[in-house]
């Protein structure tokens, strides 16, 4: 860890964060948060806050932006103010999303949110949304998931194999694995309250959790141990022509599915031991 981020919880002395650094930290000032991990997303994302200065959701949630290590000059700070952007955190150690991710929660736990709202700097997903998902949060579900495939749902220029992987295999397979009937496990549009990610049996702060393997794993971990998970419907929009996305074709995808195995087997479970302690 960096000396920006000197956590005071007393659970946090086991947790495995990746160094990162904090060029904008305005304090806290609601009960929720919206992180939004980013890496290279030019106007993708410069068009997602602008929907959210429109939505009016940093008078909701808290926005917390967290950097992959972006070099397009899209998260300059005087533009990430005007947008009402409350922080951006910038990952310097190693990993990809699954290693954004612990860095975000991690610091957002710290400052003592009850719960997170994540949504992936791409654009793809209607930030409209976001209400909704706290608004879950604060009837006592502890897991939201945001779904293009529930009723009320919508799902734009999804690519073939994309909608066909996640409805015949990725969906239906955690759903089995898990007890709950998930229908769309693969997208990053999410919510969590700070109870789950704070329960040792969940422990998501581990460099295990590198790519994918959070989302997964938290979509198999959260219903077996007994948390309220509901899937609320969400409008996921890809654009016409190259798709936005982090996942190749091939290996991308095989990863995926990797991962997708891993987690139903129980691989990433943290060690009984550890947290009966």
Excluded at 77 to 91: C, D, N, T
Excluded at 160 to 184: E, Y
Excluded at 187 to 215: C, H, I, K, N
Aim: hydrophobic residues 40%.
């Amino acid at each position: 860890m960096t000396s920006s981020f000197k956590p005071n919880l007393p659970e946090a002395a086991q947790w495995e964060v990746p160094a990162f650094d904090t060029p904008l930290w305005l304090g806290r000032t609601h009960r929720h948060c919206v992180v939004i991990p980013v890496i290279n997303e030019g106007e993708r994302i410069r068009n997602l806050l602008r929907r959210m200065t429109a939505l009016s959701i940093s008078s909701q949630a808290d926005i917390i932006i967290v950097d992959g290590g972006s070099k397009d000059g899209s998260l300059a700070l005087e533009a990430l103010q005007a947008e009402s952007v409350r922080g951006l955190l910038v990952k310097t150690g190693p990993g990809k999303l699954g290693a954004q991710l612990r860095c975000a929660y991690a610091f957002a736990l710290n400052e003592g949110y009850d719960g997170i709202v994540t949504i992936d700097g791409n654009d793809k997903d209607d930030p409209e949304g976001i209400p909704r998902f706290i608004q879950a949060l604060e009837a006592g579900y502890d897991f939201v998931q945001g779904s293009r495939f529930v009723a009320g749902g919508i799902a734009e220029n999804t690519p073939r194999s994309r909608d066909w992987a996640i409805r015949f295999i990725h969906a239906p397979v955690l759903s089995l694995a898990s007890g709950f009937r998930w229908t769309d496990t693969t997208q990053g549009f999410r919510a969590y309250s700070r109870a789950m990610l704070l329960d040792p049996r969940v422990a998501p702060f581990r460099d295990v959790f590198v790519t994918y393997e959070l989302l997964a794993y938290m979509s198999y971990r959260a219903p077996r141990l007994g948390f309220r998970c509901v899937e609320l419907p969400s409008a996921r929009r890809y654009p016409k022509g190259e798709v936005p996305t982090k996942i190749s074709s091939v290996r991308g995808n095989l990863s995926v599915l990797k991962v997708l195995v891993a987690s139903c087997l129980g691989q990433f479970n943290p060690d009984e031991k550890e947290y009966a302690r």
